[in-house]
């Protein structure tokens, strides 16, 4: 019996129950086909707004982990990208999902980002504005986006000055107070130029578009108040601006209200990894000696794919003075799949922050590597640490029991059990021990556990089965009363299982032990084929059942069973045509699955059946016809027996000319004392069947013996119908000698079969 993989997947009948955080723990964990799942019902369970986009967020990256997602993603924004008819606001909307899916893909590297872009491209070509300013402002930040994608700057810029021309003429804005709009377009330019600046190496290039951004974020930030949500922002990247020009030998007078948040160089390094610009922060920090430029220096590098020379810096320090960017690293590792580099980030993190919740956070992904390492010994261990930072006590139980779970793939099963003998017994979990009690050979107290599971009414129908199937595992291990019970109930409640095929061949063999009544392998039979028609050994096991039944009918009504399969292979029907007793039901069979001759054994022989069978349904010309087939091969499949059949074919058939000629073909192999004598026998029956009665005693005298020896019977009988045509013919012809020879002949071997 196949070995049962143990349940891995805790659910939650409610998001309050905790749907939500076993979403979050699978995704760690990188089972996304279950995290998947999952999502889907949380998000029905109306979840709130934060959890809504977490959700979401977890969806996208599943699917773009998914080579099938992707391509269902792909192929379903080129059907939308080709629909004609949408509305202005689904064209926006439709656009939208689009370029902040392929934004994500391209970040994780996935290439088909570009298929998403293009389709966004087709939508955004077909909207029109109407006039509408608010439409095409974001029409033209949509286009923007997607331009972006690709590393095109100079088509966005083109696009945004036409937008302010035609909407925000020069006349108008140099009337005081600007619009929401126009404000959003000055600031989208900007940062238009600010990505020329960050993608260009020539020096005189970069001071001229950074510059020309320090210029759009200045007109929109003159009318922010202080106050406003952008202010801020604007003033980090106008100071960004000067502090990169500076270092160019540039200076740039800002207002005296424009401040940076924080220390400008840090401020200027983060922004720079906030937009992605890890060149520029390497080069600005190759030779930065302070531990928190060094970190950012790590970050970097791990963000372009260089994990191992980020490791060489932050081994470097001692203390690590902001953590959260050791966090930053291993997600960034993750993404160039190094998993290995990345364990070692969250490894730091942990000695440097055990506590928290981003210690959580760290504790469930560095988990997640090991074991997707098959380190599942270590991964349990990190696991259990992580259990003693929880706050709440089903966290606890889950994560505990998750570890229990990688104890069991580690082969660990005392620690398996031991870890789950301290958590509450839900079925999952009872269910988990059962198996590491099998794993450890403890059969009686797993089957115990199992028939205790078992009887709970509210067990979901995946461990019900999982459950039903070790049951019938022990229960056959241990020799029990109850598997013929165990093994008739799975088949009942699971007949589209894959394992019932081979369940019902074990209660096939149990039934036999136990010479069950007729009716259990009538039953059986109809069962196995109705869950396995064109299972490989329906036919064997439908053969197997009906040896069982002697009630002819029954056992009709099972062979009839398999004449609605769709085909059946040449040497199952072979072995069927030699079990059925109708002569009618075999050529129906044979009628239903023919199968074109050709010479090899499996075929001679069942071709050479259907010669014996239309034989005995008196139907010789179809016999002569397949035997002749089967003769006239180079390699002839069983010889003898073929030329034997068309022997006896040939004579029911009255073409004596072809009877003798047969005869005398095979006289001519290799043939004992018996077989000789019996092909005579027809030979001599020949000649005299055509009234060549001395053609028929000299080939009749051929065969018989004259020492009168005792024979067996079959023997004996062939040289008493050879003496009996001697004599008959001898009478014909009045030959006196022969008649009064073969008179003696058979008084000799009548004393000898009487003494």
């Not at 005298?701 to 009996?724: C, H, S």
Request: overall charge positive.
């Amino acid at each position: 019996m196949k070995r049962f993989a143990p349940i891995l997947l805790l659910l939650s009948t409610t998001l309050a129950a905790g749907m939500f955080e076993d979403a979050e723990r699978l995704f760690l964990q990188g089972k996304f086909k279950e995290c998947d799942s999952l999502i889907g019902s949380a998000l029905k369970a109306k979840p709130t707004d934060a959890q809504r986009v977490k959700l979401q967020a977890m969806r996208e990256y599943i699917w773009g982990n998914d080579p099938e997602r992707v391509a269902e993603n792909v192929k379903k924004a080129g059907e939308i990208a080709r629909h004609r008819g949408w509305l202005t606001a689904d064209l926006l909307n439709h656009s939208a999902l689009l370029i902040r899916r392929a934004e994500d893909w391209k970040a994780r590297g996935i290439p088909e980002y570009q298929d998403l872009s293009n389709a966004a491209a087709e939508l955004l070509g077909q909207l029109k504005d109407g006039g509408n300013p608010a439409i095409a402002i974001r029409q033209v930040i949509l286009q923007t986006r997607n331009d972006n994608l690709n590393g095109e700057y100079h088509e966005p810029i083109r696009l945004i000055q036409n937008l302010l021309r035609l909407y925000y003429p020069s006349r108008h804005r140099a009337q005081g107070k600007k619009s929401s709009g126009e404000i959003e377009l000055l600031i989208l330019l900007g940062e238009q130029y600010a990505g020329l600046g960050a993608s260009t190496r020539d020096e005189r290039e970069k001071i001229k578009t950074l510059s020309s951004a320090a210029q759009y974020y200045l007109q929109a930030v003159k009318h922010l108040p202080e106050n406003s949500v952008r202010f801020p922002d604007l003033c980090d990247r106008l100071c960004l601006c000067r502090e990169t020009l500076r270092l160019l030998g540039y200076h740039l007078q800002l207002p005296r209200r424009i401040k940076p948040r924080k220390s400008m160089e840090l401020s200027m390094i983060d922004e720079m990894l906030r937009s992605r610009r890890f060149h520029d922060v390497i080069m600005a920090l190759e030779n930065k000696s302070e531990p928190s430029m060094r970190l950012r220096y790590a970050t970097a590098l791990s963000a372009i794919g260089k994990p191992d020379k980020a490791i060489a810096v932050i081994q470097e320090l001692k203390e690590i003075p902001e953590p959260h960017f050791l966090l930053q690293m291993g997600k960034y590792a993750i993404a160039f799949a190094d998993k290995e580099k990345a364990g070692v980030f969250f490894q730091r993190f942990l000695a440097t922050a055990p506590q928290g919740q981003d210690a959580i956070t760290a504790n469930q992904q560095y988990a997640a590597i090991l074991i997707e390492q098959k380190k599942y010994d270590e991964g349990a261990n990190v696991l259990l640490q992580q259990a003693k930072l929880l706050p709440g006590q089903d966290q606890k139980e889950n994560t505990l029991f998750l570890a229990a779970q990688y104890f069991y793939q580690a082969g660990r099963y005392s620690d398996c059990i031991r870890v789950l003998s301290g958590i509450s017994p839900t079925p999952p979990r009872k269910l988990l021990s059962a198996q590491a009690q099998i794993k450890n050979n403890d059969i009686r107290n797993a089957f115990l556990l199992l028939n205790e599971l078992l009887k709970e009414k509210n067990l979901s129908a995946g461990l019900r089965n999982t459950a039903a199937k070790l049951a019938v595992f022990c229960s056959m291990k241990l020799d029990s009363p109850d598997t013929v019970r165990l093994l008739e109930e799975f088949l009942r409640q699971y007949p589209d299982d894959a394992e019932s095929p081979e369940y019902a061949r074990h209660l096939l063999t149990l039934y036999k032990t136990a010479n069950a009544n007729p009716v259990k392998f009538e039953k059986l039979a109809a069962y196995f084929f109705r869950v396995a028609p064109m299972h490989h050994d329906t036919t064997a096991f439908l053969l197997a059942c009906a040896d069982r039944i002697p009630n002819a009918a029954s056992q009709e009504n099972i062979f009839r069973m398999l004449l609605n399969q769709k085909e059946m292979p040449a040497a199952d029907l072979s072995v069927l045509l030699k079990k059925i007793p109708s002569l009618s039901l075999k050529r129906e069979f044979w009628k239903r699955y023919h199968k074109p001759f050709e010479n090899i054994p499996e075929l001679c022989e069942l071709y050479f059946q259907i010669a014996e069978i239309e034989f005995k349904l008196k139907n010789y010309r179809q016999t002569s016809a397949y035997l002749e087939l089967l003769l006239q091969q180079t390699e002839v499949f069983q010889y003898k027996k073929c030329k034997k059949l068309q022997i006896e074919s040939y004579v029911k058939l009255g073409r004596e000319t072809d009877v003798r000629k047969s005869c005398q073909e095979l006289l001519l192999t290799k043939l004992d004392t018996k077989e000789k004598r019996s092909i005579v026998l027809l030979l001599a029956q020949s000649w005299a069947r055509s009234g060549e009665s001395k053609k028929a005693i000299a080939c009749a005298w051929t065969a018989v013996p004259l020492d009168g020896n005792k024979l067996d019977g079959n023997d004996e009988r062939m040289i008493r119908d050879l003496l009996r045509i001697i004599i008959d013919e001898a009478k014909k012809i009045q030959s006196k000698i022969d008649l009064q020879e073969a008179e003696d002949v058979m008084k000799i071997y009548s004393r000898a079969s009487q003494g």
